[in-house]
């Protein structure tokens, strides 16, 4: 297994493993999954975008912003122009399909307020063949190293509170719990030197 930057032809190796490793699939329409939180980063942060890869292909990438404020404006003005004709803005939001499309159209709904101190975010998922072997530590470094060069003091993401398993592997990294909003879980971690992801480990 190799841990590199992800190139343009690992969009679909990349959005189909978004797809198969989401916890809720019970959508006709799966791919706005992968359209969501896969797809944007490959258009609007290439940079930001890691894989892991064996002989078999893609087994896990993340990917992510260092300003998510501008990030999300960016995807309102260059990427949601690309689905608005195949997934109109819903009037309303009565099911998770229209909940996706909604956040297709305005990201800024996935923003918490610990956005204001840990402004870059990130999205990881492994394929099974890949976890429990210390790559998602490996690639979160490497996306780390960038947003941390780049000026950015913290970085946040979003899990369910029924998660456990993720809480408690972010818990290692030293990420904190910073709000709990509906069945979520915010966490976030400074890259200050309070947290403890501060040397990036051999990508061999």
């Known amino acids: 297994m190799i841990l590199r930057q992800a190139e343009p032809g690992d969009r679909k190796a990349v959005h189909d493993i978004c797809v198969e490793t989401a916890t809720q699939r019970d959508l006709d329409d799966v791919d706005l999954i992968g359209y969501i939180f896969a797809d944007p980063y490959f258009v609007l942060a290439p940079e930001l975008c890691f894989v892991i890869e064996d002989s078999d292909g893609v087994a896990g ?29 819903p009037t309303q939001e009565t099911s998770r399909y229209e909940s996706l499309v909604l956040s297709l159209h305005n990201p800024e709904r996935f923003l918490p307020a610990a956005a204001a101190d840990y402004p870059s975010h990130l999205h990881i998922n492994l394929d099974a063949r890949a976890r429990r072997q210390g790559w998602g530590t490996k690639l979160l470094a490497a996306l780390f190293d ?8 913290g970085v946040h993401l979003t899990t369910s509170q029924s998660n456990t398993r993720a809480i408690a592997f972010y818990h290692t990294l030293g990420f904190e719990i910073l709000e709990q909003p509906g069945d979520g879980t915010v966490m976030g971690l400074r890259f200050d030197g309070s947290g403890r992801m501060e040397a990036s480990p051999s990508r061999s």
């Open 146 to 153: 960038v947003q941390r060069a780049a000026g950015s003091p």
């Open 61 to 89: 990438f993340t990917v992510g912003a260092v300003d998510t404020v501008d990030f999300y404006r960016r995807w309102r003005e260059e990427y949601t122009p690309l689905f608005a004709d195949r997934y109109p803005k």
